[in-house]
């Protein structure tokens, strides 16, 4: 993630002389908050949150400490954070990424994320939603919510260093949904896959299925 070197840099962004657009919005510490159906530019804090209204309109949204919440009908063009969750409503566009380090990420119901949707800790959830890029995490549980659509696949990291953890992810993806490419799980996973799902090639794991909402 360039979050990271976002965070070291940014008191000199900030210094810089017309570094920011007009229409950017940026802090060092304190909240973001944009109002229903307003457009905007980046949205950039370290520590702090950043909530994006119904309907509103932003480009980048970047966030070090704190979580990220996009309203009904929003978009953007990427929502990255390291220390928080985030949350996409319903009829949400995102045309590039959704991640962060530490949190949970959920995707609203007829939600479309082009590029990948991804973590390290924290489950990912999606009801009735697109993801394009295809998730991938290290340690979080991901619920693959029924009618939803994942292309590019689904992979599941080996822990390592500071992201060790010996606890098996669950995964489930559920009835009528839909993940195009491998299912490549590098570690021991607890794999749940609907009679009625249709899924690419699995590696790694041996899938259980169940009949009915969840397993």
Known sequence: MRLVLFALAFGGLLAGSGALADDDISKLN???????????????????????GDNARAKDIETVNGSIEIGHGASA?????????????E???????????????????GSDIAGKLGNVNGT???????????????????EIGADSRVEGGIRVEKPS????????????????????G???FRRD?????????????IVGATPKRFSGDTP
Not at 91 to 109: C, Y
Not at 170 to 175: C, N, S
Not at 189 to 194: A, F, G, I, N
């Open 30 to 52: 304190g909240s973001i908050r944009v109002e229903d159906g307003r457009t905007v530019g980046d949205l950039d804090t370290v520590n702090g949150s950043i909530q994006l």
């Open 77 to 89: 063009d990427s929502a990255e954070t390291v220390n928080g969750r985030i949350g996409i409503g």
């Open 91 to 109: 009829r949400v566009r995102i045309a590039r990424n959704v991640e962060t380090v530490n949190g949970r990420i959920t995707v609203g119901r």
């Open 124 to 142: 990912l959830r999606l009801d009735g939603a697109h993801v394009g890029g295809g998730i991938e995490t290290v340690s979080g549980d991901i």
């Open 161 to 180: 260093g500071w992201f060790s953890n010996n606890t098996s992810p669950r995964i489930v993806i559920g009835p009528r949904a839909v993940v195009q």
């Open 182 to 184: 491998k299912l490549d």
């Open 189 to 201: 996973v607890e794999l749940h896959v609907s009679d009625s799902a249709t899924v690419g090639e």
